[in-house]
């Protein structure tokens, strides 16, 4: 794989090699990084499917604000894990993880190869690895419990209790993330196991298929550039009017998929709490920062390719060869 001579990546890496694993291949990177039109050429190239990972195309009704693939421009590949799910149903990786199963066996069934094409970095790992989430036992009183404890106190109080059982935990999770919190206290609750320790023993495993791991990427000025033209074509294209009609079906911002990027902060001027110059700008960089955190969380996975597109010129053409050539040369195709 071609890239800038200070950080020429090396072909074995990136690719797991066991010969009686099935083959997988990922495309992943940050938000507007350019992920869907490589994908598709991919896809055409060696015959194959591609499988969201992304945590808000799996909803209807929410097209615009997730930059989902349109009919044109799937070129009639096939596509999973698109519109699933209505934005009042509930989605976790759990169901990712299940689902994205259900899809790759039929792929497979058909003789083609998945590409798992996204920028969620949770959801890649627990497939990719086939994280054992059996964790996810619940204790309903309990966290009823925690929940009226999290609504009669102040935001910081159960993240105290988490720091109190399981420090590492309480590091890595934010104090406003109430859910996750409560997750890791439940854990705890019902385990005696510290979820921390648990997910570092599933953060060693093997990738479970044939695989290769590619990370798109560009200098952060072109990113941050791209980022600011989508939020603008976005609105462009009716992103406000997507938000409303949402509404109008009595979606609201305890959704979690009305949490997403785009709505959370849409739905902040629709309900006048920001004017709409300054939510504009507040969801660009919001995309921002989520594209940083996305790009920190690839640099921490094992055994990943990075895809500098600046080392290309832009010249998608050299860039899907060079992908082709390291699938070839370790047997993924």
């Not at 699933?84 to 199963?101: A, G, S």
């Not at 920028?119 to 086939?130: H, K, M, P």
């Not at 495993?205 to 600011?228: H, M, P, Q």
């Not at 790009?295 to 860039?319: N, S």
Request: aromatic share 8%.
């Amino acid at each position: 794989m071609e890239a800038r001579e200070d950080t020429a990546p090396d072909p074995a890496v990136g690719c797991s090699q066991a010969p009686s694993l099935l083959p997988l291949v990922i495309l992943a990177g940050p938000t507007a990084v350019g992920k869907t039109k490589l994908s598709i050429a991919l896809a055409q190239a060696i015959g194959g499917e591609i499988v969201s990972a992304d945590s808000c195309q799996v909803y209807r009704h929410m097209d615009i604000g997730s930059a989902k693939v349109t009919r044109e421009e799937m070129q009639g590949i096939p596509h999973h894990m698109i519109d699933i799910l209505d934005p009042w149903e509930p989605f976790n990786v759990v169901m990712f993880q299940k689902k994205c199963k259900e899809c790759l066996a039929g792929i497979y069934g058909r003789g083609r190869i998945p590409i798992v094409t996204g920028g969620t970095g949770f959801y890649i790992q627990a497939l990719l690895r086939d994280i054992d989430f059996t964790e996810n036992q619940e204790d309903t009183a309990y966290r009823e419990e925690l929940e009226a404890l999290a609504s009669g106190q102040q935001a910081g109080y159960l993240h105290h209790m988490l720091q109190q059982v399981d420090p590492a935990a309480a590091m890595a999770i934010h104090p406003n993330n109430i859910r996750r919190i409560i997750r890791a206290l439940e854990y705890f609750h019902l385990t005696g196991e510290q979820i921390s320790r648990h997910n570092a023993q599933q953060w060693e495993k093997k990738s479970a298929y044939r695989s290769c791991y590619f990370v798109l990427t560009d200098l952060r000025e072109r990113l941050y550039g791209r980022i600011d033209r989508r939020v603008d074509q976005m609105l462009e294209k009716g992103l406000v009017e997507e938000v409303k009609a949402l509404q109008a079906l009595g979606c609201h911002r305890g959704l979690v998929s009305m949490q997403a990027l785009g709505y959370k902060e849409i739905l902040a001027f629709l309900e006048g709490e920001l004017p709409y110059e300054e939510a504009v700008e507040v969801l660009k960089r919001n995309t921002r920062h989520f594209a940083k955190r996305q790009l920190t969380w690839f640099r921490r996975e094992q055994d990943v390719i990075w895809v500098d597109r600046g080392a290309y010129g832009e010249d998608e053409g050299r860039i899907l060869a060079d992908m082709l050539e390291i699938l070839e040369g370790k047997g993924i195709l």
